[in-house]
């Protein structure tokens, strides 16, 4: 098993470029979650699916959207990148109703 | 605002000594996870404790959970090199188990 995998793993943009964060989970658990890491802010929750055809916003949901394409697989994306947007993005899944989040290895994101 | 208060942010000991991470909030939650966190990965589950009081001993690892279940506590013995780390200590509420992360505290043991 594979667990949560992430691509790409580095990426740098221009200013007002878009791109696609993939993440895919083999567990088949029913939730999945994308959250930023910025030094000495820790972990913030930006989009989180408690099941497949379901989003929800979480704290700093501005300037991205998000697709549950199918139970496996949630994408993140950056409709026009700001320099605010430089960060570790992780992805994480957890079964329904559970605790324990299972994080993907992350992509470490640079707007110029 | 962090919901969660770590402390101390960073933290650097010498092999076999022994340390103590806090995680503070005036929030009460459901549950208390702490994980750990390597450079270039992702945080990985150390523990979950639910029960106000509660603790767990995992190893050398102590994870205490606050009566009022608003703090807990990591305490490591005689820590080891494999030790360094990120500690990240994250609130779940049972209506929706999202999870609210501290900033987390930078670990570090001396050979």
């Known amino acids: 098993n594979a667990g949560v995998t992430q691509t790409p793993k580095f990426q740098v943009l221009k200013t007002g470029q878009s791109m696609t964060l993939q993440c895919a989970q083999d567990?088949?658990?029913?939730?999945m979650y994308w959250y930023r890491q910025d030094p000495g802010m820790g972990l913030r929750l930006i989009y989180y699916s408690a099941s497949e055809g379901t989003t929800d916003k979480g704290e700093v949901p501005n300037g991205y959207n998000v697709s549950r394409l199918n139970k496996r697989e949630f994408s993140l994306r950056l409709e026009s990148a700001a320099p605010s947007q430089t960060s570790v993005y992780f992805c994480?899944?957890?079964?329904?109703?559970?605790?324990?989040?299972?994080f993907g290895p992350g992509t470490r994101l640079t707007v110029t | 605002t962090q919901l969660l208060e770590q402390s101390p942010q960073f933290l650097s000991i010498q092999e076999g000594e022994n340390l103590t991470v806090y995680c503070n909030s005036s929030?009460?939650?459901?549950?208390l996870q702490w994980y750990r966190q390597e450079p270039g990965e992702g945080p990985v589950l150390l523990v979950t404790?639910?029960?106000?009081?509660e603790v767990k001993k995992l190893k050398r690892l102590t994870f205490q959970f606050g009566d009022a279940r608003k703090d807990s506590s990591l305490h490591i013995t005689a820590a080891q090199p494999g030790d360094t780390g990120l500690y990240l200590c994250?609130?779940?509420?049972?209506?929706?188990?999202?999870?609210?992360f501290g900033a987390g505290t930078t670990v570090t043991v001396r050979a």
């Open positions: 994250a609130g779940g509420w049972s209506n929706d188990y999202k999870l609210s």
């Open positions: 567990m088949n658990h029913n939730s």
């Open positions: 929030s009460v939650f459901s549950s």
């Open positions: 404790v639910v029960t106000g009081g």
């Open positions: 994480a899944s957890s079964e329904a109703l559970q605790w324990e989040q299972y």
